[in-house]
């Protein structure tokens, strides 16, 4: 389950970067496993998933979000979620 604790505030300025993703008006499908999805079926999805991150003016803001609300499911700003979860694994500085 995403954490909400660390979420902007509900503005809708908090928002708009997902106005401009490149993966609007696209198939979500795109972005996340069905069930079961294992292996290189899974692979190619994400990958495909990426390239499109890959050419869009909001990653930065798309993967802080994902890291901060800790998007459990899904491609977001170019991370998988077993990506974003070994970076939330890692000690930071502040302990
Ligand atoms: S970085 Fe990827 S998932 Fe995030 S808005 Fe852009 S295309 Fe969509």
């Not at 499908?29 to 495909?48: H, I, M, N, T, V």
């Amino acid at each position: 389950m995403a954490n909400l604790t660390n979420l902007p505030m509900p503005l809708q300025e908090s928002y708009d970067w997902q106005y401009e993703g490149a993966c609007r008006g696209t198939d979500s499908a795109q972005f996340f496993s069905p069930d079961a999805e294992r292996g290189s079926r899974r692979r190619f999805r994400e990958s495909q998933a990426k390239l499109l991150c890959a050419t869009c003016p909001v990653l930065e803001k798309c993967r802080d979000h994902a890291l901060s609300a800790r998007e459990p499911y899904g491609v977001w700003g170019g991370m998988t979620e077993q990506e974003r979860a070994e970076v939330l694994a890692r000690p930071t500085l502040a302990g």
